[in-house]
């Protein structure tokens, strides 16, 4: 991921371009390993606070609510309502009707 992240650097296309690769290669092989990969590549530039990739990624909130719930064990009732929300976005999304 370190390599991953040095070779993208602040380079958001560079970034989308990964994205691309790694998407082509879940649906092709269905291994979840490659969505680990791009949920850690994302919060791996939110570690480091690289505002430039993570702020204009539309999965960053989901994937820092998910992490938050992991780390806390537990969904506080404060980011239920936020993940509901991105639930509902992608599930309208892919219904067609992009809400």
């Given at each position: 991921?370190?390599?991953?992240?040095?070779?993208?650097?602040?380079s958001f296309p560079l970034y989308?371009?990964?994205?691309?690769?790694?998407?082509?290669?879940?649906?092709?092989?269905?291994?979840?390993?490659?969505?680990?990969?791009?949920?850690?590549?994302?919060?791996?530039?939110?570690?480091?606070?690289?505002?430039?990739?993570?702020n204009k990624d539309p999965c960053?909130?989901?994937?820092?609510?998910?992490?938050?719930?992991?780390?806390?064990?537990?969904?506080?009732?404060?980011?239920?309502?936020?993940l509901k929300e991105f639930y509902?976005?992608?599930?309208?999304?892919?219904?067609?009707?992009?809400?």
């Open positions: 991921i370190q390599q991953l992240k040095e070779m993208i650097g602040l989308q371009m990964m994205l691309m690769f790694v998407r082509t290669l879940y649906q092709r092989n269905k291994t979840s390993h490659f969505c680990t990969l791009r949920s850690d590549m994302l919060m791996s530039f939110h570690d480091c606070k690289i505002q430039d990739i993570y960053h909130d989901f994937a820092f609510y998910i992490q938050y719930a992991v780390n806390e064990k537990r969904i506080q009732d404060k980011i239920q309502p936020k509902t976005k992608i599930v309208s999304e892919q219904n067609g009707t992009f809400e």
